[in-house]
């Protein structure tokens, strides 16, 4: 009997211990959900707005794939994006392609990879480039070109943010076509102006718009037949380039060269260099017109010699971000951002030369 009065107290200990402890399981559950604490409940609150809106405050990634440093504007062209990236507390994945196509499909496809929230990039030719943009879309990460252009499927991107280059090339020639009438300049031999051109890398938009505008242009005027096109050949965009070049249409025709038309600046202070080491003076002998307007071309206007740049700003970094904004924030944008964009002959460089921001 003592024995069974001890049994059940020791049951009824157990008992009791087990109730507890399940109370404390459902007790702990119930006091969660029915008052969270309030730094909890505010935490929650703002991750679930951020998550679900897509929200404005998040800070947003973009992947920008450059072409490379060839140049005096890209390389203000890199500061600029970088600039305005950090002004506009955007994160940049920045990769330089160092003028390789396979480089610069490589960072997109490390971009979309790594899930940024848009993709920047200047194609440095214009074909090849449909199976990449495919593979961003599908992954949802939109795309912004930037300067050059793609001959993709214009579903493939949302934007393109560019300045005119046919125009550009347009401007270069209409400016010597009155250079010469408002000078009453004349051939330095027989009776046609013979024109050199430098042009841009193979394949690329710009070089090819470039030169289609400055050839139209010739066609356009009236007394089209007083030019002739001599030589015409990649500078590859490089001062390095555009001096060999020229340095082999000199070799042909020192002496026929009336026009050296240079698709961008570096190659014109190449040529200038062959040009001065030919024994001929540049801007006097050679009347020479380059792209972009970058300070180095300004400093060689002031020296008399070269006798105009057409601009091609560098400056779209800002126009970048706020688009790159726009997109992350679902909003429309045109499907063609322009940029605007200036003509400087050399009789103004000395007085725009302190406004110049590359
Ligand atoms: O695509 C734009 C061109 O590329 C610029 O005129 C040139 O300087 C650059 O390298």
Known sequence: MKLLKKLLSVLLVLVMLFSLAACGENGSASNSSASPSPSSS????????????????????????????????????????????????????????????????????????SEVDVISFCPIVATGWDTVLQEAKDAGIPVILVDRGVSADPSLYVTHICADALAEGANAFNWIHGYIKEKGKTPRSGDVFNIAILEGTVGSSVAADRLKGFKDAIAAVEDADKYNILFSQTGEYTRAKGKEVMESFLKSGADKIDILFAANDDMALGAIQAIEAAGLKPGEDIIIVSIDAAKGAFNAMIEGKMNCAVEHTPNFGDLLMETAKKIVAGEEVPSKIMVEEGIFPADIAAQELPNRTY
Do not use: H, P
Request: aromatic share 6%.
């Open 42 to 113: 505010a935490n929650s609150s703002s991750s679930s707005n951020s998550s679900s809106t897509g929200s404005s405050d998040k800070k947003i990634t973009l992947g920008f794939a450059q072409v490379g440093s060839e140049s005096e504007w890209r390389t203000a062209n890199t500061e600029d994006i970088k600039r305005a990236a950090e002004a506009a507390g955007i994160t940049l994945q920045f990769s330089d392609a160092q003028q390789k196509q396979e480089n610069q499909i490589k960072a997109i496809r490390s971009f979309i990879a």
